[in-house]
C-alpha cells in the first residue's frame, strides 16, 4: 500500500483505529492472557530473551546483553503505560480495505506487550532503514 502510493496517508485512519481495539480489549488482558494470548509483557520480556538466546545458540554477544534487555525493560515500564494487545505484525499487506472500511487481518503474531512495540514492525515497512 505505502509503496504503491506513496503515501503514508492510509494509516491516518489504520492507527487511531487500532488505537480504539487495544483501548477497548484493556480490561480484557487477564482474560486474553488466560485464553493463551503469549505473555511478553515488560516483566517477562527478560526471561522470554534469556530462554531465547539459550534456544537458538546465540553469540556470547547477545546473551550478553541479557542485562540490558532487563534494564531498557526495567526504563520503559517508569512511562507507566498499560501494557495490551499488539497485533507484533502490523504493516500494510495485514492492512485491507473493503467497502471504505480498513480491516486489519492476521493477528497470528498477537501477544500482551507494551503498545510502543506495536510500531516498529509497522515503522520498519514504511520506512526502510528505520
Known amino acids: 500500500m505505502v509503496a504503491r502510493e506513496r503515501s503514508l496517508d492510509r494509516w491516518y485512519d489504520v492507527l487511531p483505529l487500532y488505537a480504539g481495539v487495544q483501548l477497548e480489549l484493556a480490561q480484557d488482558v487477564d482474560d486474553l492472557l488466560a485464553l493463551g494470548v503469549p505473555d511478553m509483557r515488560l516483566a517477562a520480556l527478560p526471561k522470554a530473551y534469556e530462554h531465547l538466546m539459550d534456544e537458538s545458540g546465540a553469540e556470547r554477544r547477545f546473551r550478553d546483553a ?65
Open 66 to 130: 541479557a542485562p540490558m534487555v532487563a534494564d531498557l525493560c526495567d526504563d520503559l515500564a517508569t512511562y507507566g503505560l498499560p501494557e495490551l494487545l499488539q497485533h507484533d505484525d502490523l504493516h500494510d499487506g495485514q492492512v485491507f480495505v473493503r467497502d471504505g472500511r480498513h480491516l486489519v487481518l492476521d493477528w497470528g503474531d498477537a501477544c500482551i506487550s507494551h503498545p510502543f512495540f506495536t510500531l516498529s514492525v509497522t515503522l520498519r515497512e514504511c520506512w526502510p532503514g528505520a
